[in-house]
């Protein structure tokens, strides 16, 4: 799926501030996009429910000693912003690939702002409202998921637009909220043009781990993990967990990379 047009458009709002025009044309090729989708997936039945769902990248596949650390800001009613945390990475010189929901983006635009400038962060879509990602309507923890292939489009492609306008720089990775998919969502989103990215280690489990958990999580790390956390709960114990883990890591030689220097644009699905 070539969406090159889309980009363009969405660079020369940014550019040029001709936004009411620009949109309307927007809207329009968004419209046909899902269509397009919706007629393709309509009435495909799913058999997996799972965060490893065929298709989920869970590592980075490389034997070189990388571990790619991926924070989330899930959007939520009590969530805030770790400073300490986010802090902490910037003065250690530690790469983060940041999974930011739009609510997140809304409630701390100029925080959102600041990150997205920081070329050590690379900023990714965790979605509109925070949805697991079902054909139909599948719900984990509580948390009710798309219902339908044009909520699947809805819940990805409207955060990866949003956060294209804001930055210039479309997504390239999904993480749904929860982390939970069905197959054909998954294909879903990588007909999108995302890459729909899972975890090998659990670090801070939602922000429920305490700081001693979050250490030991980290250091189960291997070649080429990816680590999943988060950095909008300031209250939670993960901040300090992953600051007493990421020298230990780096001592035993780990260096922490973004996913898009592991996971090429070219291996993305067309
Ligand atoms: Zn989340």
């Not at 949109?23 to 046909?32: D, H, S, V």
């Not at 269509?35 to 034997?63: D, H, N, R």
């Not at 990714?124 to 923890?141: D, L, R």
């Amino acid at each position: 799926m070539k969406k090159t047009s889309t980009i363009a458009l969405l660079a020369s709002v940014c550019f040029f501030g001709m936004q009411a025009v620009e949109l309307l044309f927007e809207q329009e090729t968004y419209e046909k996009l899902k269509a397009k989708i919706v007629t393709q997936f309509e009435g495909k039945v799913p058999y997996e429910w799972s965060e490893t769902a065929t298709g989920v990248v869970s590592t980075l596949g490389t034997s070189d000693k990388v571990i790619a650390l991926t924070c989330d800001a899930c959007g939520s009613k009590t969530d805030g912003y770790d400073k300490e945390l986010i802090d902490f990475l910037i003065k250690e010189n530690v790469p983060a690939t940041l999974f930011i929901n739009a609510r997140w983006i809304d409630k701390n635009p100029t925080i959102f702002k600041e990150l997205a400038a920081n070329p050590l962060f690379e900023i990714e879509s965790h979605g509109m409202e925070h949805k697991p990602c079902s054909v139909n309507g599948n719900s984990i923890y509580g948390l009710q998921g798309t219902k339908s292939p044009a909520e699947v489009v809805d819940e990805v492609e409207k955060n990866g637009l949003k956060i294209a306008l804001l930055t210039g720089r479309k997504p390239k990775y999904y993480r749904s909220g929860t982390a939970f998919y069905d197959e054909v969502a998954v294909q879903i989103v990588s007909e999108l043009g995302y890459k729909v990215i899972g975890f090998s280690v659990l670090g801070d489990k939602g922000a429920t781990l305490n700081a001693n958990e979050v250490e030991k999580a980290f250091l189960t790390s291997e070649n080429g993990s990816i680590i999943i956390c988060h950095f909008n709960r300031p209250e939670k114990e993960t901040g300090a967990g992953l600051r007493r883990a990421i020298p230990k890591l780096k001592e035993k030689g780990f260096t922490f990379v973004k996913l898009e220097e592991y996971l090429s644009p070219t291996s993305l699905a067309t």
